[in-house]
């Protein structure tokens, strides 16, 4: 491994409740604007969700979207629009060296509700069982659907990390990289989780599903009367490449990766370690070679359920209490949870912080919660800082996997 290679981000596309494009999506980002809804949900009724809004048949035919899936039509959406966003032509470079890692929380759930629901309509005669259903439900199946739609015939699989699954796409993209397992990477998250009743009534029946008779005030990270998570869907994939790949063809350069840690909790299923998330923090700062008073914006996982918002503040105080020029936000106060696509969306409503010093607000925090208190949280409005240098994302999940990934504006002096 060249543990000197240098990564960077040359290109995204991004489906989101509040928008598809970065520029729409940060827009509404600053503007305070969050678009969830109530949606139908069999056996449920009405819930509130984060819902996208996309063209699937800007890159897709309507055969393609009957015989595939609604993740693989949100990965297709993403990977296209950051190839365009990133100036490339796919058809002249060797495909086989082009790599796809998409995270996922979960996969295949969808459709096998339907169609159990479906046969239950004829007696469970299996006759009317679809014969789309094992490719629709096999775990890599999103990554697989982009490689199909692209003629792309490098290496491709879905990193099954529960809610840090953004993150670590990006990292495992970083790592296949510097092994020299491809030359040219797209990766990020993708969720289709609104489309399942079981996550729903899994999160009901847990006490984490959130109630509010505004669904766009539902999603409310670190208010005192906060009472549980939006489901949402969403995706976003980058383009991520070698440094000294993207300046020999003047790539724009989103940001480099700098550092990156994946750890676990080894404690409970669902109660997050604060302790185990601080190391996560610290471990990442240690590769990327920084101190946290470096970080410039941490962008919290917090999730809005009681105890989570609770224990990530207090592993976010324990690294960066002290640090004045450290300034932290939360993106699900706009957007939701989206799963799988979670990490890779909240750091891409960050990025622009490069170019324009602001930091993104967390909203609907009308109340706060004294257990979440942090001198620099940017709350309701957003905070004009001045330079912004790096970008610490945090993204956990069940069963205590964490992650967190740090992002720095690429400094073209360093090179």
């Known amino acids: 491994m060249q543990q000197s290679t240098r990564i960077v981000i040359t290109g995204l596309g991004l489906t989101a409740p509040n928008g598809?494009?970065?520029?729409?999506?940060?827009?509404?980002?600053?503007?305070?604007?969050?678009r969830l809804q109530n949606i139908e949900i069999r056996h449920m009724g009405q819930v509130h969700a984060g819902?996208?809004?996309?063209?699937?048949?800007?890159?897709?035919?309507?055969?393609?979207?009957?015989?595939?899936?609604r993740a693989g039509s949100i990965a297709i959406y993403c990977a296209r629009e950051a190839v365009a966003d990133s100036g490339l032509d796919l058809d002249s470079l060797d495909k086989s060296r082009i790599g796809v890692y998409l995270g996922i929380t979960e996969h295949g759930n969808v459709e096998t509700e339907n169609e159990i629901f479906n046969i239950s309509q004829f007696n469970y005669d299996t006759k009317f069982w679809t014969h789309h259903h094992n490719p629709r439900t096999v775990a890599n199946n999103p990554a697989g659907e982009v490689t199909m739609n692209l003629g792309i015939t490098g290496p491709h699989?879905?990193?099954?990390?529960?809610?840090?699954?953004?993150?670590?796409?990006?990292?495992?993209?970083?790592?296949?990289?510097?092994?020299?397992?491809?030359?040219?990477?797209?990766?990020?998250?993708?969720?289709?989780?609104?489309?399942?009743?079981?996550?729903?009534?899994?999160?009901?029946?847990?006490?984490?599903?959130?109630?509010?008779?505004?669904?766009?005030?539902?999603?409310?990270?670190?208010?005192?009367?906060?009472?549980?998570?939006?489901?949402?869907?969403?995706?976003?994939?980058?383009?991520?490449?070698?440094?000294?790949?993207a300046l020999a063809r003047g790539a724009t350069i989103y940001g480099e990766i700098a550092g990156?840690?994946?750890?676990?909790?080894?404690?409970?299923?669902?109660?997050?370690?604060?302790?185990?998330?601080?190391?996560?923090?610290?471990?990442?700062?240690?590769?990327?070679?920084?101190?946290?008073?470096?970080?410039s914006i941490v962008n919290t996982h917090a999730t809005a359920t009681k105890q989570g918002d609770i224990q990530e503040m207090t592993a976010v105080r324990e690294v960066f209490?002290?640090?004045?020029?450290?300034?932290?936000?939360?993106?699900?106060?706009?957007?939701?949870?989206?799963?799988?696509?979670?990490?890779?969306?909240?750091?891409?409503?960050?990025?622009?912080?490069?170019?324009?010093?602001?930091?993104?607000?967390?909203?609907?925090?009308?109340?706060?919660?004294p257990s979440c208190e942090f001198p620099t949280l940017?709350?309701?409005?957003?905070?004009?800082?001045?330079?912004?240098?790096?970008?610490?994302?945090?993204?956990?999940?069940?069963?205590?996997?964490?992650?967190?990934?740090?992002?720095?504006?690429?400094?073209a002096a360093t090179q």
């Not at 840090?164 to 990766?187: F, S, W």
């Not at 990270?221 to 994939?237: L, W």
């Not at 069940?398 to 740090?406: F, H, T, V, W, Y």
């Open 157 to 245: 699989y879905t990193i099954g990390a529960a809610c840090a699954a953004g993150n670590a796409g990006l990292i495992q993209a970083a790592q296949m990289l510097m092994l020299g397992e491809c030359d040219l990477a797209l990766a990020g998250g993708i969720s289709e989780s609104i489309h399942t009743f079981g996550i729903f009534a899994g999160f009901k029946n847990q006490g984490a599903l959130a109630v509010h008779e505004d669904p766009n005030k539902a999603s409310r990270p670190f208010d005192q009367d906060r009472n549980g998570i939006v489901v949402s869907e969403g995706g976003c994939i980058y383009v991520v490449e070698r440094l000294e790949d």
């Open 20 to 34: 598809n494009t970065l520029s729409e999506y940060r827009q509404n980002l600053l503007d305070g604007v969050a």
């Open 321 to 369: 209490g002290g640090c004045e020029n450290t300034w932290v936000n939360n993106t699900k106060s706009f957007i939701g949870h989206a799963m799988g696509a979670a990490g890779a969306l909240e750091l891409a409503g960050n990025l622009p912080s490069f170019d324009d010093g602001v930091v993104h607000p967390t909203i609907n925090v009308d109340n706060l919660d």
């Open 260 to 295: 990156w840690c994946i750890n676990s909790d080894a404690t409970d299923a669902v109660l997050p370690n604060p302790e185990r998330q601080a190391q996560c923090m610290r471990q990442a700062l240690a590769r990327a070679g920084m101190e946290p008073g470096d970080i």
């Open 378 to 411: 940017v709350l309701n409005e957003p905070k004009k800082a001045g330079r912004i240098d790096s970008i610490l994302n945090n993204s956990f999940g069940m069963l205590g996997i964490n992650s967190a990934l740090i992002i720095k504006r690429y400094d």
């Open 51 to 69: 819902v996208c809004d996309f063209d699937p048949l800007k890159y897709q035919k309507r055969k393609e979207l009957r015989n595939g899936t």
